[in-house]
């Protein structure tokens, strides 16, 4: 009678784990397939590009971003052209680059120059000097903050003529050869005020939304031949040009901007230049930077499953992030108006 029981039992207790089993089963399975698609992976990515002798532009490359992007490819054995229209700044530059060589036959030439004209400066003087390019940095690039109606009209052009045309005609200099050689980079550095709109950029934001739309136009044309294109959305970073624009900074994105910290351009440059030499389409900075960039991916190429993968499993949770993000700067801009609306009134009472 109790073997009679205890075989009842077992056979019943069979049945009762059958569902946690299958479970297990599944979620071994899932897990074996994200390994094996972690593993693919780099097969199917972009070969890295091999900085070592390679040519690199960067317009801007005399200051901040620019300057710390053209040193890092240098400590990698490149060849780099310094674009930018200051003399003294280029030179300064030049010498800061040309510490960090290693090996001497390594050089470093500069280019003064206005934008509209890069075009024709790159295709003919740097090609000829150094090579065809292997790797282009559109760096170059100002910011302007203000409320949309206290920003002047000429300003709003002024920044898609150098944010967004300041990339444009580089870009157009090289791609010829670069199609002909089947094999090349193009970097553009947005911003991730290029991602997310924000109070008081009116002007500056969509000079650096444009790049990601123009970005993800010519990554389609250039992929078969093997060119793989990069947008860079900086955090805050410090450097001459983010401290310029402080000075004329509203309240209201001075505290936003304060939500997360600020950044040094050398390790900003170190992550962009290496998302730029794995052909990755997207370089972002940190948490808030891979936050925004899995949730602004769209319709974004991806370089690698990985990427894919991790934008696919992380999307609903960092909505749910933004969207307490985008409550504390909504709070910060109503909570700046009302301070501002009684000092007024008590001005007035005055
Ligand atoms: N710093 C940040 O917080 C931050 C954050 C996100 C994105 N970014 C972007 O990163 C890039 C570099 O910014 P940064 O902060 O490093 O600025 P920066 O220190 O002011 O350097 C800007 C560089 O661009 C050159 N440049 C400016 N206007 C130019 C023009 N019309 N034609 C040719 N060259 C020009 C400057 O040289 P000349 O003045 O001599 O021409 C300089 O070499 C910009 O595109 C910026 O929008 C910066």
Not at 138 to 145: F, K, P, V
Not at 179 to 204: N, P
Not at 222 to 231: D, E, G, H, L
Not at 337 to 345: G, H, L, P, T, W
């Amino acid at each position: 009678m109790s073997s009679a029981l205890s075989h009842w039992l077992s056979f019943n207790s069979w049945w009762l784990l059958l569902p946690f089993v299958m479970l297990l089963v599944v979620a071994a399975f899932i897990v074996a397939f994200v390994l094996l698609l972690y593993m693919i992976s780099p097969l199917i990515s972009p070969k890295p590009l091999k900085l070592n002798g390679a040519h690199v532009v960067v317009t801007g490359g005399s200051s901040g971003i620019g300057k710390w992007i053209a040193m890092e490819c240098y400590k990698h054995g490149a060849f780099i052209t310094l674009v930018a229209r200051d003399e003294h700044k280029l030179v300064q530059a030049k010498k800061e680059v040309e510490k960090c060589a290693i090996n001497d036959k390594q050089v470093c030439i500069s280019l003064r120059d206005i934008y509209i004209y890069i075009y024709i400066y790159i295709y003919m003087y740097a090609q000829e000097k150094l090579g065809p390019v292997d790797m282009l940095v559109n760096c170059a690039g100002m910011s302007i903050s203000g409320k949309f109606e206290e920003v002047e009209v000429d300003r709003f052009k002024k920044l898609m003529e150098v944010n967004y045309l300041g990339s444009v005609y580089p870009t157009r200099a090289v791609v010829t050869t670069m199609k002909e050689r089947r094999m090349g980079r193009i970097m553009f550095v947005s911003s991730q005020a290029g991602q997310i709109g924000l109070f008081g950029y009116t002007a500056y934001s969509p000079s650096k939304f444009a790049l990601r739309g123009l970005a993800e136009a010519l990554q389609m044309e250039m992929k078969p031949y093997n060119i793989y294109v990069t947008v860079a959305y900086p955090p805050d970073t410090d450097t001459p040009g983010f401290a310029e624009e402080n000075k004329t900074k509203p309240l209201e994105t001075r505290l936003i901007s304060e939500t997360s910290g600020v950044c040094q351009p050398e390790q900003v440059a170190k992550v962009v230049v290496k998302d730029a030499v794995q052909g990755n389409f997207t370089s972002s900075f940190g948490p808030d930077g891979y936050m925004l960039s899995a949730l602004t991916c769209g319709m974004s190429p991806v370089t690698s499953i990985t990427e894919g993968l991790q934008q696919i499993v992380t999307m609903g949770l960092f909505r749910t992030i933004a969207l307490f993000y985008l409550g504390s700067f909504d709070s910060i801009v109503r909570r700046c108006m009302i301070q501002r609306e009684q000092s007024k009134a008590a001005d007035k009472r005055e």
